[in-house]
């Protein structure tokens, strides 16, 4: 369900880069790509000509009577970024909403908000794109909690020994977006694009049920668990978690995360994540067809490469893990900074070579694959570090993270943007790959340094009833006073 769940979101997230394709036909055939390999190949590097290779673009075909649109760049970039700044608010929260309230029911909810809102876009985008970017937004929102709130629920199901492939299945996104990528476009062939909105849409809310009959917030409050998996599952994981039955809502201890050295080191190590990712998601393509001219509709069918190697390898890693804890090899915080080379220093590394390897679309693209693939590591580090330091708040401090690491989506089009204004030769695109390597590379170090995998004090606070019966009563008639006598 947590594989699913990751699956069905990405749906959801990722269809309108295609829709909008088809409910926005541009009238121009062809686009062009400035390419220094293709001057090269025709001996115009002397003269430091850059050759323009026009490229023809692939259009949609759809049933006769659908509607489009005739919306201006800007309001489809107002279409396309509406999601990500209501998912980068809720990020924030997300977690801490999930240990008040419950993830099941946190996830439930958000999931449906965003079911309905996207069965509910096409008459959206027909009352005005306005409407479809406040809907985007609102469906957003409601995906901001998603990741944290499943991370709160590995907390109380994940045996430490079995929390890697649990991890690895919070990657079930990339396997959505693949499938989405590639059945969208017949869908909208043969049904039109209403029906990529309305399929996904149905597909979410099936889940949403099936979620609700199946999933609990914790092995004890779930009504069909056998009692020797309740029992495997709650001797496994210990004190660390509170798993009791009464409603105990715990406030975060924010003051303790937010001024804790081994938490700060995680998020600096998930910010370089997300930026390192981030570079190679949205610049790595864009060098691939503008600094060697490839062909655009080749970089489109290769694009689902690096996410399915990412999937793949984080099965392996998060195996691998498991492996390591169950023979308990090594020390937790030793495993988390030895996988730091393979989820930050071997991308960043693979990062720099990309701007090196000349004229070569394919080993361009295998370096892509390789490092987004190597990164799946990360089911071993950041992705996982929240769950040794504080389960009781494993959605708190990932939510955290994730809402700083998030800002680096913005700001990488905007490093890219800067070093490329004036060309997209290998010498504009070097200092792009180098500045994307070099925070991957320096969180990392600074996590290795600094970072650990001790659970901290802060996670066992006593839940408020405990507190309260400790605490003597207001309106208590005990006046006893205790003499001490002298024997």
């Given at each position: 369900?947590?594989?699913?769940?990751?699956?069905?979101?990405?749906?959801m997230?990722v269809?309108?880069?295609?829709?909008?394709?088809?409910?926005?036909?541009?009238?121009?055939?062809?686009?062009?790509?400035?390419?220094e390999?293709?001057?090269?190949?025709?001996?115009?590097?002397?003269?430091?000509?850059?050759?323009?290779?026009?490229i023809?673009?692939?259009?949609?075909?759809?049933?006769?009577?659908?509607?489009?649109?005739?919306?201006?760049?800007?309001?489809?970039?107002?279409?396309?970024?509406?999601?990500?700044?209501?998912?980068?608010?809720?990020?924030?929260?997300?977690?801490t909403?999930a240990?008040?309230?419950?993830p099941?029911?946190?996830?439930?909810?958000?999931?449906?908000?965003?079911?309905?809102?996207?069965?509910?876009?096409?008459?959206?985008?027909?009352?005005?794109?306005?409407?479809?970017?406040?809907?985007r937004?609102?469906?957003?929102?409601?995906?901001?909690?998603?990741?944290?709130?499943?991370?709160?629920?590995?907390?109380?199901?994940?045996?430490?020994a079995?929390?890697?492939?649990?991890?690895?299945?919070?990657?079930g996104?990339?396997?959505?977006?693949?499938?989405?990528?590639?059945?969208?476009?017949?869908?909208?062939?043969?049904?039109g694009w209403?029906?990529?909105?309305?399929?996904?849409?149905f597909?979410?809310?099936?889940?949403?049920?099936?979620?609700?009959f199946?999933v609990?917030?914790?092995?004890?409050?779930?009504?069909?668990?056998?009692?020797?998996?309740?029992?495997?599952?709650?001797?496994?994981?210990g004190?660390?978690?509170?798993?009791?039955?009464?409603?105990?809502?715990?406030?975060?201890?924010?003051?303790?995360?937010?001024?804790?050295?081994?938490?700060?080191?995680?998020?600096?190590?998930?910010?370089?994540?997300?930026?390192?990712?981030?570079?190679?998601?949205?610049?790595?393509?864009?060098?691939?067809?503008?600094?060697?001219?490839?062909?655009?509709?080749?970089?489109?069918?290769?694009?689902?490469?690096?996410y399915?190697?990412?999937?793949?390898?984080?099965?392996?890693?998060?195996?691998?893990?498991d492996?390591?804890?169950?023979?308990?090899?090594?020390?937790?915080?030793?495993?988390?900074?030895f996988?730091?080379l393979?989820?930050?220093?071997?991308?960043?590394?693979?990062?720099?070579?990309?701007?090196?390897?000349?004229?070569?679309?394919?080993?361009?693209?295998?370096?892509?694959?390789?490092s987004?693939?190597?990164?799946?590591?990360?089911?071993?580090?950041?992705?996982?570090?929240?769950?040794?330091?504080?389960?009781?708040?494993?959605?708190?401090?990932?939510?955290?993270?994730?809402g700083?690491?998030?800002?680096?989506?913005?700001?990488?089009?905007?490093?890219?943007?800067?070093?490329t204004?004036?060309?997209?030769g290998?010498?504009?695109w070097?200092p792009?790959?180098?500045?994307?390597?070099?925070?991957?590379?320096?969180?990392?170090?600074?996590?290795?340094?600094?970072g650990?995998?001790?659970?901290?004090?802060?996670?066992?606070?006593?839940?408020?009833?405990?507190?309260?019966?400790?605490r003597?009563s207001?309106?208590?008639?005990?006046?006893?006073?205790?003499?001490?006598?002298?024997?």
């Open positions: 369900m947590l594989f699913f769940a990751c699956w069905v979101n990405y749906m997230r269809n309108m880069s295609v829709n909008i394709i088809a409910m926005v036909p541009d009238d121009d055939k062809t686009t062009s790509v400035k390419s390999c293709e001057a090269i190949a025709n001996n115009d590097s002397a003269t430091n000509n850059v050759t323009t290779t026009l023809a673009k692939h259009h949609l075909r759809q049933p006769d009577g659908v509607v489009t649109f005739n919306w201006t760049a800007q309001q489809q970039a107002y279409v396309l970024s509406g999601y990500f700044w209501g998912y980068a608010i809720t990020s924030l929260v997300g977690g909403a240990e008040l309230w419950g099941r029911n946190v996830v439930f909810i958000t999931m449906l908000i965003s079911a309905v809102l996207t069965t509910l876009s096409p008459q959206a985008a027909r009352l005005h794109f306005m409407v479809l970017v406040a809907a937004f609102i469906i957003g929102l409601s995906a901001g909690f998603l990741f944290p709130a499943l991370h709160a629920l590995v907390a109380h199901w994940a045996p430490p079995e929390k890697g492939k649990f991890v690895s299945a919070l990657l996104g990339a396997i959505g977006t693949v499938v989405t990528w590639s059945l969208t476009g017949p869908v909208i062939e043969n049904f209403d029906f990529a909105f309305y399929i996904p849409g597909i979410a809310t099936v889940w949403c049920a099936l979620w609700w199946l609990y917030d914790s092995p004890v409050q779930h009504p069909r668990i056998s009692d020797k998996e309740k029992q495997y599952i709650l001797e496994a994981i004190d660390k978690v509170n798993q009791s039955t009464k409603d105990t809502r715990i406030v975060p201890p924010f003051k303790s995360i937010l001024t804790s050295f081994p938490f700060l080191a995680m998020v600096v190590l998930h910010y370089g994540n997300n930026w390192g990712l981030y570079f190679v998601m949205t610049a790595a393509p864009k060098f691939v067809s503008s600094a060697l001219g490839f062909n655009l509709t080749s970089t489109g069918t290769l694009s689902s490469l690096p399915l190697a990412r999937m793949i390898f984080s099965l392996i890693f998060g195996a691998i893990g492996r390591i804890v169950k023979q308990n090899v090594v020390s937790t915080t030793f495993m988390r900074k996988f730091c393979f989820s930050h220093v071997l991308p960043g590394l693979l990062l720099i070579g990309l701007g090196y390897t000349g004229c070569a679309p394919i080993l361009s693209v295998a370096l892509i694959t390789f987004m693939g190597s990164n799946g590591a990360a089911t071993l580090t950041n992705l996982v570090n929240h769950q040794d330091l504080a389960p009781n708040f494993a959605g708190t401090l990932y939510g955290i993270a994730n700083i690491g998030n800002t680096a989506g913005f700001v990488t089009p905007l490093v890219t943007a800067h070093f204004k004036n060309g997209n290998f010498a504009e070097r792009v790959f180098f500045t994307g390597a070099s925070l991957y590379i320096a969180s990392a170090v600074y996590f290795i340094i600094f650990t995998g001790v659970t901290q004090q802060w996670n066992y606070v006593a839940p408020a009833e405990e507190e309260e019966d400790k003597p207001a309106n208590t008639t005990d006046t006893t006073v205790t003499i001490p006598v002298k024997t």
